[in-house]
């Protein structure tokens, strides 16, 4: 039992395209909606984390005086694990109301950072001499092994950003809307053999922010609390060529099973899922690394429409990196819909969510954050 809440939720106005504001900008439009959800101004909050920007840029910006600042940047779980930093923050008594936030020029590129690895980093001396740079080249190396060794088809792949169109088909805020076939995924460009451009996540614009604080503060709050129950992290490697296996996370393991543990669930427990999906082959890894299907066989789950509208798993119910919006980091929007989820206020909303589960991914499988959300504290 945590005994922590989030209490406000919010991401920036617009999502998408946003060529008017600098990343910086869109920090503090998604912690200024994130403040009227929870009803709260910046003098309220005292702990302060983000990545991408050091954090104390961010809490000057906002107007913050932080007594805890966290500036974890592991890649896109970083919010993920904000979360179980705050968590334990807050139960230490370093603070009490803590706010994470996230912005990013993605698309628009407005004060954006290049891509280019450190000349020293593991990466810049034994993968990028290689021409192994960027996500879709990395990526391409655990997903080929996976289908040699586990029959995994293109079609089965293709299905994945199938079934996340249907979902964002259902989302007005979603970028990408239009129902697609497993035909038209095929037959997108090749970016980098086996991921077609369907196949590869959104580059867009955007921002959000979370609001967390102790359960017995939950009543002082307009919105209902969603209770942290469980929490995880865990990491393995900055370089894909040194996984342990190609075919299986570590990191997601791990995380996934101390969330799960701290939370007090099992897999039946689970209403709704949120798994990072920069690419079409993370929610198969995500689900047999989660315990959900077997090994080998979560690309049929998922052709089955299982994760589907409909389906016994619902999963990236807001369309998740392939079709709502992906603007480098996506952690924070998979946490963004699960708490809407446990609120009731998804625009794809799944009937009576108890217990939400957020699995999220940093680099090249290098790291992974788990959070298990609910309507109740954990009994």
Not at 75 to 86: D, K, L, P, Q
Not at 317 to 346: D, F, I, K
Request: aromatic share 8%; hydrophobic share 40%; glycine share 12%.
């Amino acid at each position: 039992m945590t005994g922590v809440v989030i209490v406000g939720a919010a991401e920036t106005t617009d999502l998408g395209v946003i060529p008017n504001l600098s990343e910086l900008q869109l920090h503090a439009d998604a912690a200024l909606n994130a403040f009227a959800d929870a009803g709260i101004n910046a003098r309220d909050i005292d702990g302060f984390a983000t990545a991408g920007f050091r954090p104390t840029e961010v809490a000057q910006y906002l107007g913050l005086r932080p007594r805890w600042v966290d500036g974890t940047s592991v890649g896109g779980c970083s919010f993920m694990v904000h979360v179980r930093h705050a968590v334990a923050a807050i139960q230490a008594g370093h603070c009490s109301t803590v706010l994470i936030t996230h912005g990013e020029s993605g698309r628009s590129r407005v004060g954006k950072s290049g891509f280019a690895p450190a000349p020293a980093s593991f990466g810049g001396q034994f993968e990028a001499p290689f021409g192994v740079v960027g996500p879709p080249t990395m990526f391409t190396i655990p997903v080929l092994r996976y289908m040699k060794d586990f029959g995994l088809t293109h079609e089965q792949l293709a299905m994945v950003a199938v079934v996340q169109r249907q979902w964002a088909n259902r989302n007005p805020r979603a970028s990408m809307r239009e129902l697609i076939t497993v035909e038209d995924v095929l037959k997108s460009r090749m970016i980098a053999y086996p991921f077609h451009l369907l196949e590869c996540c959104l580059v867009t614009d955007g921002g959000g922010a979370l609001i967390l604080t102790s359960a017995d503060r939950a009543r002082d709050f307009p919105k209902p609390p969603v209770h942290i129950r469980g929490t995880g992290e865990s990491s393995e490697t900055p370089i894909i060529s040194q996984m342990e296996d190609l075919t299986s996370s570590r990191a997601f393991r791990e995380a996934g099973r101390d969330a799960m543990r701290e939370a007090g669930i099992v897999h039946a427990d689970v209403d709704h899922l949120m798994i990072y999906d920069a690419f079409a082959h993370l929610p198969i890894y995500g689900l047999e690394d989660l315990g959900f299907c077997k090994r080998g066989e979560a690309g049929a789950f998922i052709a089955e429409g299982n994760t589907a509208p409909g389906g016994r798993l619902p999963t990236n119910t807001n369309g998740g990196g392939l079709s709502y919006m992906h603007s480098g980091m996506y952690g924070m929007y998979a946490l963004q819909e699960s708490v809407r989820q446990v609120r009731g206020e998804a625009a794809a909303q799944i009937a009576d969510v108890e217990v939400a589960l957020c699995l999220g991914v940093g680099g090249m499988f290098g790291a992974s954050g788990c959070v298990v959300m609910g309507k109740e504290a954990r009994p």
